[in-house]
């Protein structure tokens, strides 16, 4: 069975169909940038864009970088405003004329890697990290899913953590590897003591250079890169929509 994933980012959105039983792409990824300013009917109609590409007719999953209660976007951390109490399940479906399902991006992202990735098997709690425009997050609790906990949010030193340690911020700050590994293993250690997880993934577009950071950072957790790398998202959207 195929569905379509369509993941929306601070910077791009991109989709793909995907085969459920692999949790792989089977065509290559279409990527728009996000529109600036990313309204919901800009963004939706990027939306209906990628649905078109496909020429895409079936069910829909579609991930949004904010807290999403049962199709609605309650908040809109790194995109407009605008998008705080919409009805995104109905925008989407609306611009593809398809059913879409819509869930948290992170959600998205560990759903995939629990189920065919990273933390494949793993019992007892597991956390889920992305880093990209801001830091995702999804608490698995021997493979179910606590939705919506917005880890990047939390306050260390008065400081909001994404600010300090997403790979924005990185590039923002021009941080060196290292730099920037004290400040993921700072993050890291805070949710280490709240959740004390078995298990952290890290997920994100700089998870394919896992290699420049993960080795310096230094916590008691076991720590691994996330299997499906940015793809993520997408596979986790299709396995969301599969029961539509």
């Given at each position: 069975?195929?569905?379509?994933?369509?993941?929306?980012?601070?910077?791009?959105?991109?989709?793909?169909?995907?085969?459920?039983?692999?949790?792989?792409?089977?065509?290559?990824?279409?990527?728009?940038?996000?529109?600036?300013?990313?309204?919901?009917?800009?963004?939706?109609?990027?939306?209906?864009?990628?649905?078109?590409?496909?020429?895409?007719?079936?069910?829909?999953?579609?991930?949004?970088?904010?807290v999403v209660l049962d199709g609605i976007t309650t908040t809109a951390a790194n995109l407009d405003p605008g998008w705080i109490g919409r009805d995104a399940r109905g925008l989407f479906s609306a611009a593809?004329?398809?059913p879409v399902v819509v869930l948290n991006d992170a959600d998205a992202a560990g759903l995939a890697e629990v189920a065919v990735g990273a933390a494949k098997g793993e019992a007892g709690v597991v956390l889920?990290?992305?880093?990209?425009?801001?830091?995702?997050?999804?608490?698995?609790?021997?493979?179910?899913?606590?939705?919506?906990?917005?880890?990047?949010?939390?306050?260390?030193?008065?400081?909001?953590?994404?600010?300090?340690?997403?790979?924005?911020?990185?590039?923002?700050?021009?941080?060196?590897?290292?730099?920037?590994?004290?400040?993921?293993?700072?993050?890291?250690?805070?949710?280490?003591?709240?959740?004390?997880?078995?298990?952290?993934?890290?997920?994100?577009?700089?998870?394919?250079?896992?290699?420049?950071?993960?080795?310096?950072?230094?916590?008691?957790?076991?720590?691994?890169?996330?299997?499906?790398?940015?793809?993520?998202?997408?596979?986790?959207?299709?396995?969301?929509?599969?029961?539509?």
């Amino acid at each position: 069975m195929r569905v379509l994933g369509i993941d929306i980012g601070g910077s791009g959105v991109k989709g793909a169909p995907v085969d459920l039983e692999r949790g792989e792409l089977t065509e290559e990824r279409f990527r728009i940038p996000t529109p600036v300013p990313a309204v919901p009917e800009a963004v939706a109609e990027v939306v209906g864009q990628i649905a078109g590409h496909f020429s895409w007719t079936g069910p829909i999953g579609v991930t949004f970088p904010g807290v999403v209660l049962d199709g609605i976007t309650t908040t809109a951390a790194n995109l407009d405003p605008g998008w705080i109490g919409r009805d995104a399940r109905g925008l989407f479906s609306a611009a593809t004329g398809q059913p879409v399902v819509v869930l948290n991006d992170a959600d998205a992202a560990g759903l995939a890697e629990v189920a065919v990735g990273a933390a494949k098997g793993e019992a007892g709690v597991v956390l889920m990290l992305t880093f990209g425009t801001g830091i995702g997050s999804a608490l698995f609790i021997d493979g179910r899913l606590v939705p919506n906990t917005e880890l990047g949010h939390l306050e260390i030193d008065g400081k909001e953590a994404e600010k300090r340690a997403s790979d924005h911020a990185r590039e923002h700050h021009d941080l060196s590897w290292p730099e920037w590994a004290a400040r993921v293993e700072e993050y890291l250690r805070h949710v280490e003591m709240l959740f004390s997880p078995s298990l952290i993934v890290i997920g994100g577009g700089v998870s394919k250079k896992s290699e420049k950071f993960l080795p310096l950072v230094r916590v008691r957790t076991r720590v691994v890169p996330a299997v499906l790398r940015n793809s993520a998202g997408i596979v986790g959207a299709a396995m969301a929509a599969s029961a539509l």
